[in-house]
């Protein structure tokens, strides 16, 4: 950590060799400390370093070769000095060619020469809300104990600001967003007879929020929601039956997904749920050959086609939809605030717009995050999903998985594998995902896939294509595979290195199994001398299935 020590000079050495660092042995009561300096003139240090006298030093303090070392240390003063140095520190990151000694002289002048600002907020509010105002705020941050504490009035006050310019940027949105439009007129006979057809019963939460969103669309107000639900609650068959009553209106839909395997998941399901209906459903993408595109931008414009599904292709300049009515997205946090109100400005006024995420985020963030859209929230899970088995393991046992794989590739069943990286790295001792792949391909020949990164989307998509096909059945990948995608035969996902994903992140990873029948498993691996937060991460995961508790 960053230390200041008021320390005594013992002695100086100056090795003549080249590229040897100078060094200052120094201690006080408790302990002796090095000081090394690399590149340093000796006059310069000596000048410093007076020898027997006390002096100030403040830097980070390393320990190496069983003594107590600071190198090139921020900060080296007498003794008369000791109130500026103790003083707070403002850290900022630097940027090159500037030190920290330049960049605190430079903020004190800021912080100085700041001029008295009327503030913003109400003289009461500020006082009701036991908040200070901005000037003092700010000064405090920069030269008391204040700027050390993230629970200081000073610092309530700044983040006060910034997530109440926030809100007003959200608001704004919104109101540029939630304008007249002319309402949808429909009615639900048509979803009735689909959800008779479906093999299994929407469960309330999804009836509840195809309900707000058949409200939205019959109001003259344009819709802008989004759907939170958690991993393999049901969101995609809520936002078909909306398409559906949108395209009997009258107006054609979009749907559009992050990636093409879930695009095309998405077009092969519709088909089939709507493989009654008589209406041109289609499929787009950046690979989408010229011919068919050029047939396909001429039937969106004439109003043939009435349902468009595809990646962000869906939304270049050249294609124009006859009458847009509504467009649905999946996996909304790949968006930010702009990409939302450019969508919507798409389809003209008339368009309605419905966002949908598997990402659960706790209530208060959602606002800050969505403020600008109304919020539906799907928790239930269909009544056949089975709950998933989550087990950790030490890495050294991972022996034991062996047979446990083997069996589960007898019964027909499908593997992930997640690694953190890409490559072999010297610097980090994560496991990689291509050396486990030679491992488990020695013990597995012929039955193991590798993703990750790094791979064109073409080989990423044929690697997918043979899994799900069941040509393979384990697949070594890095986190690509979080979003989406429906493997119904995947019911084992091995986690590497488990204690260096986020817990959103590992819970995503989790609902890619389980998703058919049977039952699935998670098991975490994890390396010796976990921190007791990694511990904590671990059994609530282990604890709970339900992403919106772990969010919270």
């Known amino acids: 950590k960053i230390q200041t020590v008021k320390i005594q000079v013992k002695k100086l050495n100056f090795p003549r060799i080249r590229n040897l660092p100078n060094k200052i042995f120094c201690e006080d009561d408790t302990g002796k400390i090095e000081i090394v300096y690399f590149n340093s003139r000796e006059g310069y240090i000596r000048k410093l370093f007076p020898l027997n006298e006390f002096v100030i030093v403040s830097g ?62 109400d003289e009461n509010f500020i006082k009701e809300n036991k908040l200070i105002n901005w000037n003092e705020s700010i000064i405090n941050l920069h030269t008391s104990i204040d700027g050390k504490k993230n629970q200081s009035r000073s610092f309530r006050r700044i983040v006060f600001d910034e997530l109440c310019a926030n809100f007003l940027t959200l608001s704004e949105n919104r109101k540029r967003i939630k304008i007249n439009k002319s309402p949808k007129l429909f009615d639900n006979k048509n979803s009735e007879l689909i959800k008779k057809n479906l093999p299994f019963k929407l469960t309330d939460d999804q009836e509840k929020v195809l309900d707000e969103i058949n409200q939205d669309l019959l109001s003259d107000k344009r819709m802008f929601r989004i759907i939170q639900g958690d991993v393999g609650s049901g969101k995609t068959i809520v936002s078909l039956l909306s398409i559906l009553n949108v395209i009997k209106s009258g107006y ?18 519709i088909k089939n749920i709507f493989k009654n209906e008589n209406f041109d459903i289609e499929f787009l993408t950046g690979k989408t050959v010229y011919k068919s595109r050029k047939t396909i931008l001429n039937n969106l414009i004439s109003g043939k086609i009435k349902l468009l599904i595809g990646t962000h292709a869906l939304f270049q300049k050249k294609i124009n939809f006859q009458k847009l009515g509504l467009v649905v997205i999946d996996e909304q946090h790949k968006f930010g605030v702009k990409q939302r109100s450019e969508l919507a400005k798409k389809g003209g006024s008339d368009c309605d717009v419905l966002l949908m995420s598997a990402t659960p985020i706790p209530r208060t963030m959602m606002m800050s995050l969505y403020g600008d859209m109304d919020i539906s929230k799907i928790t239930e899970k269909p009544a056949k999903r089975k709950k998933i088995i989550t087990l950790s393991k030490p890495e050294k046992k991972i022996n034991e998985l062996w047979p446990f794989i083997k069996k589960q590739i007898l019964n027909r ?44 989307s073409e080989e990423k998509n044929e690697i997918l294509k043979k899994f799900l096909l069941k040509k393979i059945s384990i697949l070594v990948t890095t986190t690509v595979i979080e979003v989406g995608i429906d493997f119904p035969n995947a019911n084992l996902i091995i986690i590497e290195n488990a204690n260096k994903f986020g817990l959103a992140q590992l819970h995503q990873l989790r609902g890619r199994v389980g998703r058919g029948e049977q039952q699935g498993t998670c098991i975490l691996l994890f390396k010796e001398g976990l921190t007791k937060n990694a511990i904590k991460r671990i059994k609530v995961l282990k604890n709970s299935n339900d992403g919106f508790f772990i969010a919270e």
């Open 60 to 121: 980070k303090i390393n320990y190496f070769n069983k003594k107590y070392q600071i190198t090139n240390p921020d900060y080296v003063t007498s003794l008369e000095n000791q109130e500026y140095i103790t003083k707070n520190i403002p850290k900022y990151n630097l940027t090159k060619g500037i030190n920290e000694k330049k960049y605190r002289s430079i903020s004190e002048q800021v912080i100085d020469n700041l001029p008295k600002i009327d503030d913003w907020l």
């Open 252 to 269: 054609q839909c979009a749907l559009m997904s992050p990636t093409e395997i879930l695009a095309k998941q998405h077009y092969t399901l």
């Open 413 to 456: 069943n499908q593997v992930f594998w997640v690694c953190p990286l890409i490559e072999e790295s010297t610097f980090l001792d994560y496991s990689s995902a291509k050396k486990k792949f030679e491992i488990i391909n020695k013990k597995f020949p012929d039955k193991v896939g590798l993703i990750h990164g790094a791979l064109k």
